[in-house]
């Protein structure tokens, strides 16, 4: 059975777009540091790292490239990955990490373009046809590391759509409540994580979202972007095992 959440959508929709930018923030102090050129090459050398570990399938070296606790990778398709041991799965569920656990010889990664503000230090990295990553840097006591890393494809550059957008929507479905749980797929060697938290697609008109729930049931949301922000056009709820419901509501 799908239905309509009006007056949830009117609740949550308060959260909008005007909170994105904590997420971005390490605060005005910091954020502020003049960077020298060994800060700038810390960073380009974490972001090749990354790009090493992530093609050899390093999980554990992969998540220590991240703020301890709360350090975040994101994607539209993959979630908000938050927290170290959803990095390791992370990694252990890339297609090319399933089929050989050896990984692809390790590349250099991207040239990333560093930006010091009263945000705080955040970075983009160009990835060509498949889109950019979108950066935000912190300095710990073992050096700089990802305090988020947000993928942006091709796609949704030219929708307009930046992590901003992203993270301005994930907070809008409730994605920090901790009502959504994560997603599993099955593979050859067992199940591997598939998302985290609401997936989103940009769309012509606006986005749209889906959220599992610890119920077995989902959401399906769409949204839009207006002047003040994302908000919902609707949220629908589909009960447990409601397999028609789902199937119409992929085929938006």
């Given at each position: 059975?799908?239905?309509?959440?009006?007056?949830?959508?009117?609740?949550?929709?308060?959260?909008?777009?005007?909170?994105?930018?904590?997420?971005?923030?390490?605060?005005?102090?910091?954020g502020?540091?003049?960077?020298?050129?060994?800060?700038?090459?810390?960073?380009?050398?974490?972001?090749?790292?990354?790009?090493?570990?992530?093609?050899?399938?390093?999980?554990?070296?992969?998540?220590?490239?991240?703020?301890?606790?709360?350090?975040?990778f994101?994607?539209?398709?993959?979630g908000?990955?938050?927290?170290?041991?959803?990095?390791?799965?992370?990694?252990?569920?890339?297609?090319?990490c399933?089929?050989?656990?050896?990984?692809?010889?390790?590349?250099n990664?991207?040239?990333?373009?560093?930006?010091?503000?009263?945000?705080?230090?955040?970075?983009?990295a160009?990835l060509?046809?498949?889109?950019?990553?979108e950066?935000?840097?912190?300095?710990?006591?073992k050096?700089?590391?990802?305090?988020?890393?947000?993928?942006?494809?091709?796609?949704?550059d030219?929708?307009?759509?930046?992590?901003?957008?992203?993270?301005?929507?994930?907070?809008?479905?409730?994605?920090?409540?901790?009502?959504?749980?994560?997603?599993?797929?099955?593979?050859?060697?067992?199940?591997?994580?598939?998302?985290?938290?609401?997936?989103?697609?940009?769309?012509?008109?606006?986005?749209?979202?889906?959220?599992?729930?610890?119920?077995?049931?989902?959401?399906?949301?769409?949204?839009?972007?207006g002047?003040?922000?994302?908000?919902?056009?609707?949220?629908?709820?589909?009960?447990?095992g409601?397999?028609s419901a789902?199937?119409?509501?992929?085929?938006?």
């Open positions: 059975m799908k239905k309509t959440v009006s007056s949830l959508a009117a609740l949550v929709s308060i959260v909008g777009f005007v909170h994105s930018a904590p997420a971005f923030a390490q605060s005005g102090r910091d502020a540091r003049s960077l020298t050129d060994r800060d700038r090459a810390e960073i380009q050398q974490l972001v090749t790292r990354y790009a090493r570990a992530l093609s050899s399938c390093a999980a554990e070296e992969y998540a220590d490239l991240f703020a301890p606790i709360a350090g975040s994101a994607s539209s398709i993959r908000e990955i938050i927290g170290r041991d959803k990095l390791i799965a992370l990694v252990q569920s890339e297609p090319h399933i089929t050989t656990p050896a990984g692809r010889p390790a590349g990664g991207p040239t990333v373009v560093v930006t010091a503000s009263a945000e705080g230090v955040t970075g983009r160009d060509g046809n498949a889109g950019h990553y950066d935000v840097y912190v300095k710990t006591p050096g700089w590391r990802f305090q988020s890393r947000n993928v942006i494809t091709r796609q949704e030219a929708a307009t759509f930046t992590a901003r957008d992203f993270i301005a929507l994930r907070r809008l479905a409730g994605n920090d409540l901790g009502a959504f749980d994560d997603v599993y797929r099955d593979t050859p060697v067992g199940k591997r994580l598939r998302s985290s938290g609401v997936v989103i697609a940009a769309t012509g008109e606006g986005a749209t979202g889906r959220a599992f729930l610890h119920d077995g049931g989902h959401y399906d949301d769409v949204y839009v972007r002047a003040s922000g994302w908000r919902f056009k609707s949220r629908a709820y589909v009960t447990p409601d397999t789902a199937q119409a509501s992929a085929g938006r």
